[in-house]
């Protein structure tokens, strides 16, 4: 079975920059379509950032111009590069596929604060 296993979270200022990466087992990765969410508190899961295998991404309006997904497939990992940051992208972020169809992991936890 899939898993995936984030990490790169942390406190920081807004404006800061963070990166964040997730590894996932099984030999599927390269032909998966990737995608980072978040669940901002008392909020649900959104999507923010999708990689699709062709080398296309996709982002939420919110975060455009500040968060970069990319992927190594060498090393089964999804990274998203997250600039100027600011207070309401606190949240845990998690990896998954595009549509969502793979089990949670545990996220990780960003939260942007002075």
């Known amino acids: 079975q899939v898993q995936v296993a984030e990490s790169g979270g942390g406190l920081v200022q807004p404006g800061d920059s963070l990166t964040l990466s997730c590894a996932v087992s099984g030999s599927i990765f390269s032909i998966t379509h990737m995608g980072w969410y978040r669940q901002p508190p008392g909020k649900q899961r959104e999507l923010v950032a999708h990689?699709?295998?062709?080398?296309?991404?996709w982002y939420k309006d919110s975060v455009k111009g500040r968060f970069t997904i990319s992927r190594d497939n060498a090393k089964n990992t999804v990274y998203l590069q997250m600039n100027s940051l600011k207070p309401e992208d606190t949240a845990v972020y998690y990896c998954n596929t595009r549509s969502g169809g793979w089990p949670w992991g545990q996220g990780t936890q960003v939260i942007v604060s002075s």
């Open positions: 990689r699709i295998t062709d080398g296309r991404t």
